[in-house]
């Protein structure tokens, strides 16, 4: 596919940067900084929250109820 970009400074230095370390065109550069890009994509850890049991002994699946519990409902 053959197509018209305008580069940032910051990427058009990085494709300067790949092409002096190697024998490769401007194509070819831009082509291996965005498999790169997209390879960083993959390979990103998923989020994993890090929990405690709190030892709690009401439900607090609901927040209002949960609220009226500890703090009374003159709190509102």
Do not use: C
Not at 2 to 18: M, S
Not at 38 to 67: C, W, Y
């Amino acid at each position: 596919m053959r197509t018209t970009i305008e580069l940032d400074d910051d990427t058009a230095a990085a494709v300067r940067r790949l092409r002096s370390e190697g024998k490769r065109g401007a194509s070819e550069a831009v082509n291996e900084l965005i498999r790169r890009g997209m390879l960083a994509e993959q390979t990103q850890a998923p989020f994993v929250p890090i929990t405690h049991r709190l030892g709690l002994k009401i439900d607090v699946s609901n927040v209002a109820d949960a609220l009226d519990l500890l703090e009374g409902p003159d709190a509102r």
